[in-house]
């Protein structure tokens, strides 16, 4: 198992201009497969399966502990070898079930209900158990997607933004994806029949070329631009787009996983794959790498042509997270992986802050991130929550532009840990 240093944030350099790809590369199913039973922290799924088990496509094999916790299934079919306990991409201890892949890919059949005619709590279960993670909206992140589905809503937000520096994946949305995104619209038209319906999309001309045109004739509208231009932040988000900072009668929708909510409602089909923006200067074949639930990262590594990367990091780069293995599962809700080399990586030390204050200029929740850094080195945990800390939407903004390197997001990741 190759370790990669988790001790140090990453500050980046420069800015590059983020590519598009709309070519997607397929990661065969390996023959082990590894499913981590874990979603987040404290939310955590129990094995269904136990060792020698036979296994279909489809099946559940581990089951939530709470109801933010969405069911894991199998992506093949096969043998339960072995429910363990293995470190994932991030450092965490996580419950594991490595299944021996048949390659026959039989199949569990699935219940055939019609959602139009479910109430909003069974509607809100049937989504649940479509086993979907989101990560957008940082103020609650990594939750399970039938949270998002609210009784009633006025306003429906379809954030389709892409933080990539290192590239944008939503061209898949309106290139590969088109018909289910479509159809996952009827749907939020079918069951919030008022609502005024908005596609949040990136700024840059593909983007917007791709979603206008995909929009044509959806009597849905299209946004590219906020005052904010913090997206990352669904509330911030929705207040621009629709004056709704308390997010009252809106709800927000991760356009990514929109299709498979569409095809798993209407056709009751599971989507057992996720897609990775795989990129960075140690990667021979960037690009959206379409990979089963259940690879590994080395497998993903080995056909990108990965050749010794200096640091990789999950999730985007200014707030991404040091990955600290690379032979465990690709933890799900992540959509971006970079592998970076020695000159994309600032390798300045941390030096002691000059109260320049910039940090706190940036911060798109006001909050004083190098009095917060302070709080988390003291460890004086209690205060750092009094001070707002809490409200930290883990953007990377201020780490970015410290020039004293100090690892600020990375200090406030901590302490909400210690927190939870
Ligand atoms: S990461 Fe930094 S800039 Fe972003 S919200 Fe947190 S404290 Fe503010
Ligand atoms: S940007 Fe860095 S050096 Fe400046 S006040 Fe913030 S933590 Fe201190």
């Given at each position: 198992m190759k370790l990669f240093s988790i001790s140090k944030a990453v500050h980046v350099p420069k800015f590059k201009v983020a590519e598009h790809f709309s070519e997607v590369i397929e990661v065969d199913a390996p023959k082990n497969m590894v499913y981590s039973l874990s979603q987040q922290h404290n939310m955590k799924c129990s094995p269904t399966v136990k060792r020698g088990d036979r296994v279909l496509v489809n099946q559940v094999i581990g089951v939530g502990e709470n109801n933010s916790v969405v069911p894991v299934y199998s992506s093949v079919s096969g043998t339960v070898k072995q429910i363990t306990t293995k470190t994932d991409l991030l450092g965490n201890k996580v419950d594991v079930v490595l299944v021996e892949?048949?390659?026959?890919?039989?199949?569990?059949?699935?219940?055939?209900?019609?959602?139009?005619?479910?109430?909003?709590?069974?509607?809100?279960?049937?989504?649940?158990?479509?086993?979907?993670?989101?990560?957008?909206?940082?103020?609650?992140?990594?939750?399970?997607?039938?949270?998002?589905?609210?009784?009633?809503?006025?306003?429906?937000?379809?954030?389709?933004?892409?933080?990539?520096?290192?590239?944008?994946?939503?061209?898949?949305?309106?290139?590969?994806?088109?018909?289910?995104?479509?159809?996952?619209?009827?749907?939020?038209?079918?069951?919030?029949?008022?609502?005024?319906?908005?596609?949040?999309?990136?700024?840059?001309?593909?983007?917007?070329?791709?979603?206008?045109?995909?929009?044509?004739?959806?009597?849905?509208?299209?946004?590219s631009k906020i005052p904010t231009q913090f997206y990352h932040d669904m509330n911030l988000a929705a207040r621009d787009v629709f004056g709704d900072f308390a997010m009252k009668d809106t709800m927000v929708i991760d356009a990514f996983l929109l299709p498979a909510v569409a095809r798993g409602l209407m056709d009751q089909r599971l989507t057992h794959y996720q897609l990775l923006l795989i990129n960075g200067g140690a990667v021979k074949n960037p690009g959206i790498y379409k990979v089963m639930s259940g690879t590994t990262l080395d497998l993903v590594m080995e056909k990108a042509g990965v050749e010794n990367p200096f640091r990789i990091v999950a999730g985007n780069i200014l707030s991404g997270d040091?990955?600290?293995?690379?032979?465990?599962?690709?933890?799900?809700?992540?959509?971006?992986?970079?592998?970076?080399?020695?000159?994309e990586v600032s390798i300045d030390e941390e030096m002691n802050c000059i109260k320049c204050g910039r940090c706190a200029d940036v911060c798109p929740m006001g909050l004083q991130p190098y009095e917060l850094n302070q709080l988390v080195i003291v460890r004086d945990f209690d205060e750092f929550f009094k001070k707002r800390g809490g409200m930290c939407v883990e953007c990377g903004r201020c780490s970015y532009v410290c020039p004293s390197k100090r690892h600020l997001l990375q200090s406030f990741k901590t302490a909400k840990k210690v927190k939870r």
């Open positions: 892949n048949d390659g026959l890919y039989e199949k569990q059949e699935r219940e055939v209900f019609s959602y139009s005619t479910l109430s909003m709590d069974e509607l809100r279960e049937k989504v649940k158990a479509l086993g979907l993670i989101e990560t957008q909206n940082l103020s609650n992140r990594k939750r399970g997607m039938q949270l998002s589905f609210k009784d009633t809503a006025k306003n429906i937000l379809i954030n389709a933004q892409e933080s990539g520096l290192y590239g944008q994946v939503d061209s898949y949305l309106y290139e590969k994806e088109k018909q289910d995104f479509l159809r996952g619209i009827d749907l939020l038209k079918s069951l919030y029949k008022d609502a005024q319906i908005v596609v949040l999309s990136t700024s840059d001309a593909d983007s917007v070329i791709g979603f206008t045109e995909l929009l044509k004739n959806s009597g849905v509208s299209l946004i040091a990955v600290f293995t690379t032979d465990s599962p690709i933890n799900r809700g992540i959509r971006e992986v970079l592998f970076l080399n020695e000159n």
